[in-house]
């Protein structure tokens, strides 16, 4: 590692333990997994899974096999799955015992019958319309001879309690459990945790609640945020009343200002959208973003304070419910795009 970089994400492994401790105790007899796929919402994926085993936590989530191989072997008596499945060319890391892949259609099926079966799991689609076999592929006997772990299904509308989507796909998972033999049922995400007992079935599989997002009011209060972060000031400098400030000169300084310029920007997934409503903090004080957030600079606005100087940090607000609304980004976004750039230290 050079030597430090100027922005850095801050990452709380409390937070973190005590996001999945809530979660586990939500999900009442059900084991709590964790979805760590895309480096675990972008913010380190071997950290995380260290100290959710730590804390008890048995089934980890990755997407693909590329992931489960990062990642590598698991401490003992934890389970990897990979949610894609199985390809062809990905057998080999199956067969090596390296992860348990959810088999999410027809094919996949076949193949891993084909091989010889082994442990597998089973992803039905109960209405997302995304991954999974069907009803009626069940129905056919599909499954027959298979040596499933879990049957799971993926909420399409989970963050809508009220989205009759919800009873719909309850329901006719439940069907499905009393005809598929399996050691685990498993349906629940993180909003659907919040959404009562009977989606909890044997095992939940949360990601975006152990990261700070809040997807449902039941979690406001009881989640923290995961990540923190911060960028140094590059250079502090004053704009006379009628200056223009960033790229299309959309700020217009009415008086005199003060003015940082921080070490982030879009491609840091500080994102565009955060231009003139984003603030950046610092001893309780916060400092408005001020015209557009531009690919590594973002410029906010210091005349409050006139004691923060040229390489001073600010916390750059990053509540991740707050930065949606703001930035109209969702919540999972914001996290996955946070980029490579940052400094990452677990605290
Ligand atoms: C990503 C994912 C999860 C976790 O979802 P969150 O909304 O982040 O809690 C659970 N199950 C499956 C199949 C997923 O793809």
Redesign the pocket.
Same mark, same amino acid.
């Given at each position: 590692m050079i030597a430090s970089l100027p922005s850095r994400l801050i990452l709380d492994r409390s937070a973190l333990v005590e996001n999945w401790r809530w979660l586990s105790r939500v999900s009442g007899k059900a084991a709590c997994g964790a979805?760590v796929?895309a480096d675990g919402y972008g913010l380190g994926a071997a950290e995380i899974v260290s100290a959710l085993s730590d804390a008890g936590c048995r089934d980890f989530?990755v997407a693909t096999w590329a992931e489960a191989l990062a990642l590598g072997r698991l401490p003992d008596g934890a389970m990897l799955s990979v949610?894609h499945g199985v390809r062809d060319n990905e057998m080999m890391f199956a067969r090596a015992g390296l992860a348990v892949p959810v088999l999410n259609s027809a094919a996949q099926v076949a193949r891993w019958k084909a091989a010889g079966g082994g442990l597998c799991h089973v &992803?039905v689609d109960t209405g997302m319309t995304r991954l999974g076999v069907s009803a009626a592929d069940i129905a056919s006997g599909l499954l027959d001879g298979l040596m499933i772990d879990t049957l &799971?299904s993926?909420m399409a509308c989970a963050d809508e309690p009220d989205h009759p989507m919800n009873a719909k796909q309850l329901s006719l998972f439940q069907s499905l459990c009393a005809v598929v033999d399996a050691c685990r049922y498993s349906l629940a995400?993180? @909003?659907a945790i919040c959404l009562g007992g009977e989606y909890s079935f044997d095992l939940t599989?949360?990601?975006? @609640?152990l990261y700070g997002g809040i997807?449902s009011e039941k979690a406001e209060g009881h989640i923290r945020q995961v990540a923190r972060l911060e960028a140094e000031i590059l250079q502090i400098r004053t704009a006379q009343a009628g200056e223009t400030i960033g790229y299309n000169a959309t700020y217009t300084a009415d008086a005199d200002m003060r003015i940082a310029i921080l070490n982030i920007g879009y491609a840091d997934g500080y994102r565009r959208g955060f231009s003139s409503v984003g603030q950046a903090m610092a001893d309780n004080q916060s400092f408005p973003v001020i015209g557009r957030v531009s690919m590594d600079l973002t410029a906010v606005d210091v005349t409050a304070v006139p004691n923060i100087n040229e390489g001073d940090w600010l916390a750059v607000d990053y509540d991740l419910k707050r930065a949606s609304e703001q930035s109209g980004i969702s919540q999972?976004e914001l996290l996955t795009g946070l980029g490579r750039r940052y400094q990452r230290q677990w605290i």
């Open positions: 979805a796929k989530f949610l &992803m &799971m993926h995400n993180s @909003a599989r949360p990601g975006i @609640a997807q999972y």
